[in-house]
Each structure stands twice: as C-alpha cells, then as structure tokens.
C-alpha cells in the first residue's frame, strides 16, 4: 500500500490539531 506525500501531511496536520485542541481545552477546564 503506498501513500501519497498529501496524504502523510495531512494525516500529521490532523494528529497535530488533535493533541493541539486537547492541550487547549484541559487547560481550559
């Protein structure tokens, strides 16, 4: 299975938003 580079950086974007919005948000609470 082969993935295009596209889809690594997203994938990463979106891992990163992730832990980025559940730092925010126990900080928050």
Request: net charge negative; proline share 0%; aromatic share 6%.
């Amino acid at each position: 299975m082969l993935f295009s580079v596209e889809d690594v950086r997203e994938c990463g974007i979106q891992q990163l938003r992730d832990s980025l919005w559940e730092d925010i948000s126990s900080r928050m609470i």
